[in-house]
């Protein structure tokens, strides 16, 4: 059986992952915890990160947003910060699992699971997100797009832990979306989501856009080529179905128990509809 040791402070933290080679950190739990339950075999050490108080703080910096890793959604959501600069953000943790889950998990756990269903992902993808990684040895920074490599495979080092997620303030955009679609209505994992952040002139034509998809690939799935279609046109819904119709060429989507590739086409081109309002 593990034991569970909690650090106080960050150098309590790496001396204890000096002593126990074995260790896994932690901080809600909820996809650690769980998959331990299930059988996963466990470290002999579990570190638990949730009394690191520099882990659980948001931060305005002149240029940027810092989130401390071990912040919870409902935490996030709670922030005016958020709220205020990343909509899209807020909109994507309101889907998160259910107020128990967004009470105990961590923003930084979501990332480390490395999941394509993640829900805080694609956001996070097209708000360009980077990652903050510590260690005794120091600290280095990451763009969250390098970071993830995989399901479940990310590229933190032994000894490391995922300290803080950094958003940039700039540039801003008018409009925010994230939708997801799911099995069923509450607590479901997405079959494919959405998120984009697009700017339209007075003409309604996009100025800027960047499109993020969830759970269609191994890791989130961007479309630039879908991007530069729609950037400089009107945002009506004979370009969107052309776009859309873009995407469902570019894209080779998984298949899991959840869904089949052809099924995720189709809803990821549909999906790209909605950032008409007219199609909501």
């Known amino acids: 059986m ?101 009470n105990m998990g961590s923003l930084g756990g979501n990332i480390m699971t490395a999941s394509p269903a993640g829900d805080s992902l694609p956001p996070l993808y097209v708000l360009q997100a980077a990652v903050e990684l510590q260690s005794a040895a120091g600290t280095r920074k990451l763009q969250l797009k390098d970071f993830i490599r995989g399901p479940g495979q990310t590229q933190i080092l032994q000894g490391e832990i995922l300290s803080r997620i950094i958003i940039p303030k700039e540039p801003v955009f008018s409009h925010h979306f994230f939708e997801k679609v799911g099995l069923r209505q509450a607590l479901a994992i997405a079959v494919v989501s959405l998120a984009a952040l697009y700017n339209l002139d007075s003409k309604q034509t996009v100025s800027a856009i960047r499109l993020a998809w969830g759970s269609l690939g191994p890791t989130v799935v961007v479309q630039p080529e879908v991007e530069q279609f729609l950037l400089g046109k009107p945002l009506t819904t004979t370009r969107l179905t052309a776009a859309a119709d873009l995407l469902k060429q570019r894209i080779e989507p998984i298949s899991d128990i959840r869904a089949g590739a052809d099924y995720r086409r189709r809803v990821a081109g549909n999906l790209l509809k909605r950032l008409n309002p007219n199609e909501r």
């Open 2 to 102: 593990s034991k569970v040791l909690i650090p106080r402070s960050l150098e309590q933290l790496w001396q204890l992952q000096a002593e126990n080679k074995d260790n896994a950190v932690f901080a809600g739990g909820t996809d650690l915890l769980v998959k331990i339950r299930a059988g996963k075999p466990a470290p002999k050490a579990l570190i638990c990160l949730d009394r690191l108080d520099e882990l659980k703080t948001i931060t305005e910096l002149p240029y940027e947003i810092a989130l401390g890793a071990a912040v919870t959604p409902a935490q996030v959501l709670a922030s005016p910060l958020i709220k205020n600069h990343f909509p899209v953000l807020n909109e994507a943790l309101r889907h998160l699992g259910s107020p128990h889950i967004r």
